[in-house]
């Protein structure tokens, strides 16, 4: 770690609103019902992500209580105060089930609300544009369904083309594009990511496409999609996903490294600023893949000291700079760590600076698109230990965005926080 030193203030907090079990913040019985509260036992209700609207205003959040909620910053959040400023949320979305994914607009603009949409996927039900201000009004709903059960398939990503015009969804073996205009239609198209006997027959069969379930979706700058599977797989997709696969690789790591380079499924992926370098974070993984699209067969270095060795889904940013471009990530130990250039440097990588922010798990780590604030959102979920279950990590509906549940006797205070920080 180099001798660098940064100093972070907190200037907005939502405080310990949500420091309470997902049983205490709802009398719904039949809305409890349904949703990972077992029995009605009380669980943590900390938050599992956080991400920055394009124009700064805004952060909108998913929590353990399958809920977004909508955090408008105040226009004073900057100003000399001896305490943070309290958030509190703007509206809230009570989903009919889980909530697999979500994806703010990249035209979302406070001030006109015709932009300020969000997309959302939920397990048996259409994929959903609502409005960040107001989640009763639907602006679209799109289907993906089973030709075969006429089941809603399971959404488990999304995320908007550069032109807000498309989205893409990535589900078990697929991934399709859909056209924001066409309200309840189906995808434009549709990809199946396992290969065909005839992909197997020219190129074999590990060479196009890639397996599992599409967790993490990121595009560059050239519009080249890239997809990351619970398989350990990544693939590449030209022309924002509308394209042919490109190349399709495993990020397993060779047998001399097996006991380094960990991890049990792609759960983000993000590009430097300039398109060159691709990244990949994985669950119960200590570190970050680091990828050239001009080889992307071989590594070029692995970010470790990354403290994410858990199931729990922890985020990664990557934020341009002056020099280059910084990785922001969050580890299970409540710090953000930070790498500069990645792809600059060969091998293994430690983190240039770590800075002390929550005292449970860090989610989220997200920039302000200006890179005036930083976000953070931490918690991570608490047995109540009267409920007689031991350790559970399985998942509910299938969700892959289910983290393990920690026992414990003596349960800490929750740090389920989501805090806008000045970082100097």
């Not at 100093?7 to 349904?34: I, M, P, R």
């Not at 908007?160 to 078990?172: E, K, L, N, P, S």
């Not at 398989?231 to 990020?251: D, K």
């Not at 800075?355 to 959102?377: N, Q, R, Y």
Request: hydrophobic share 35%.
């Amino acid at each position: 770690m180099e001798d660098r030193e940064l100093t972070a203030q907190c200037v907005a907090t939502t405080g310990d609103t949500y420091c309470k079990a997902t049983v205490d913040l709802s009398n719904d019985e039949v809305t409890l019902a349904h949703r990972n509260v077992r029995h009605r036992r009380p669980e943590s209700n900390f938050f599992r992500e956080a991400q920055f609207s394009h124009d700064g205003t805004t952060v909108v959040t998913q929590n353990e209580d399958q809920r977004l909620r909508t955090f408008v910053l105040p226009p004073e959040l900057l100003d000399d105060k001896s305490a943070p400023t309290v958030l509190r949320e703007y509206a809230t979305f009570n989903a009919p089930s889980n909530i697999q994914s979500y994806a703010i607009h990249p035209f979302f603009n406070l001030q006109d609300p015709t932009t300020t949409l969000v997309l959302h996927s939920s397990t048996e039900h259409p994929l959903a544009l609502r409005n960040a201000l107001d989640y009763t009004t639907v602006h679209a709903k799109y289907n993906l369904i089973s030709p075969t059960t006429e089941r809603y398939l399971t959404t488990n990503s999304v995320l908007f083309t550069r032109d807000g015009r498309h989205f893409i969804a990535g589900g078990h073996n697929r991934l399709a594009t859909f056209d924001c205009s066409r309200n309840y239609s189906g995808p434009i198209v549709n990809h199946q990511l396992v290969p065909g006997k005839k992909a197997k027959k020219l190129y074999g069969a590990e060479s196009l496409g890639c397996k599992g379930i599409v967790t993490a979706l990121a595009v560059n700058t050239d519009g080249l999609l890239a997809t990351g599977t619970t398989q350990r797989e990544i693939g590449l997709y030209a022309n924002e996903g509308q394209g042919e696969c490109v190349v399709g690789f495993s990020v397993a790591a060779p047998p001399s490294e097996k006991k380094v380079v960990t991890g049990t499924g792609v759960m983000h992926v993000g590009w430097t600023p300039d398109g060159k370098y691709l990244l990949a974070a994985e669950r119960q993984s200590d570190g970050i893949q680091v990828y050239d699209v001009r080889n992307m067969i071989h590594r070029v270095s692995w970010l470790s000291g990354r403290q994410a060795n858990t199931t729990q889904k922890l985020g990664i940013d990557v934020v341009p700079t002056v020099a280059g471009c910084e990785v922001w990530a969050g580890g299970s130990d409540g710090y953000v760590r930070i790498w500069n250039n990645p792809g600059l440097r060969e091998g293994h990588v430690e983190p240039d600076v770590a800075i002390k922010m929550h005292e449970d798990p860090v989610s989220s780590a997200v920039w302000h698109p200006a890179g005036i604030v930083l976000a953070t959102s931490s918690g991570c979920r608490y047995k109540a230990p009267d409920a007689g279950d031991s350790e559970d990590g399985s998942t509910d509906h299938g969700a892959m965005n289910t983290p393990s549940s920690v026992v414990v006797e003596d349960s800490p205070e929750p740090d389920n926080r989501l805090a806008v920080w000045t970082v100097a």
